[in-house]
């Protein structure tokens, strides 16, 4: 908590792009997993990137989901710091 707290009001954020860095990462990391599951390399870390296990439609419809929630996150963390 503090963390965050001193991310918000104490640090400079003149370098507006950090919000589309985490958004991105995330993404990039939800592929990499459901690929994964989806070639039977790993199970998991999370129920909803096994995909042989819960379909492709819900897999798709899980990382939109978490893609947006961590975009909003994002948003709300840079409108905070203005």
Do not use: Q, R
Request: aromatic share 16%; charged share 10%; no cysteine.
């Amino acid at each position: 908590m503090i963390s965050v707290a001193s991310y918000i009001f104490l640090e400079d954020h003149a370098d507006k792009t950090f919000i589309f860095v985490s958004a991105f990462l995330t993404l990039i990391y939800g592929i990499v997993m459901v690929i994964l599951n989806k070639n039977d390399i790993v199970e998991g870390p999370y129920p909803f990137f096994m995909i042989n296990k819960i379909g492709t439609k819900k897999t798709i419809i899980w990382l939109i989901v978490l893609f947006a929630a961590i975009s909003l996150i994002s948003w709300g963390l840079w409108a905070l710091s203005l």
